[in-house]
């Protein structure tokens, strides 16, 4: 249980493009998704908090207008990446929480997406 | 910042030695939790710890935590070539409600054949 996908698990793309990364609670329902950006040998950095059914929280420095979050359902959060240019290329990684059981304070990560921006 | 602490950077330790690695963070906490990646994969959890609990073992980890000192340590004994990875810590903030995780800077371990 507490399987967290992402899909695409990788993606070249042309800069000026936008990307869309989806992020699915498969067997759990998930109020709260967290997207996270790695860059090489660095750590993660918590880009937003995605809450079902109302507007994303992003942190200091994350640009909400470039970094489009959607959470419309209770397990699928979608974080697209506008107007993508090189310097956007990273490890996009998401978690959830599963608040319907017992295991509220963890978070269940998913496998990553890696965007490379041509 | 809020970004935690982690030392060493890295680590380069022959098969059989035990590895440590500390980590440091800023708020109060609710929990603290270890988490492994290997290059370029997602991220394993490994052992959450709770802000009252002081040592926690798992196998042949073991992790411990001094919330007056704001750090926490974990033990890899009898380390393995496959525990070659990277290793954060990450902590909520008992004030925030929202249970986001705040991740160290990490360290990466080698452990040689």
Not at chain 2, 9 to 16: M, V
Not at chain 2, 72 to 93: G, K, P, V
């Amino acid at each position: 249980g507490a399987v967290v996908s992402q899909h695409p698990s990788w993606v070249i793309c042309k800069s000026g493009t936008s990307v869309k990364i989806e992020c699915r609670s498969l067997d759990f329902q998930a109020t709260t998704m967290f997207w996270y950006r790695q860059f090489p040998k660095q750590s993660l950095m918590l880009m937003a908090t995605s809450n079902e059914g109302s507007k994303a929280t992003y942190e200091q420095g994350v640009e909400k207008d470039k970094f489009l979050i959607n959470h419309a359902s209770l397990t699928l959060s979608t974080l697209t990446v506008t107007s993508a240019h090189p310097e956007d290329s990273s490890f996009y990684i998401c978690s959830a929480r599963d608040v319907t059981s017992g295991r509220s304070n963890e978070q269940f990560f998913g496998p990553g997406t890696r965007l490379t921006v041509l | 910042s809020q970004q935690g602490e982690e030392d060493p950077q890295a680590l380069s330790i022959q098969e059989g030695e035990n590895a440590t690695m500390n980590c440091s963070y800023k708020t109060s906490i609710n929990n603290l939790q270890w988490y492994r990646q290997n290059s370029g994969r997602g991220l394993v959890h490994l052992i959450l710890i709770r802000s009252n609990e002081r040592e926690k073992h798992s196998g042949r980890l073991r992790v411990t935590l001094d919330t007056s000192k704001k750090s926490s340590s974990l033990l890899i004994t009898a380390s393995r070539a496959a525990d070659t990875a990277s290793y954060f810590c990450a902590t909520d903030d008992r004030m925030d409600s929202s249970y986001k995780l705040i991740f160290g800077s990490g360290t990466r371990l080698l452990v040689r054949p």
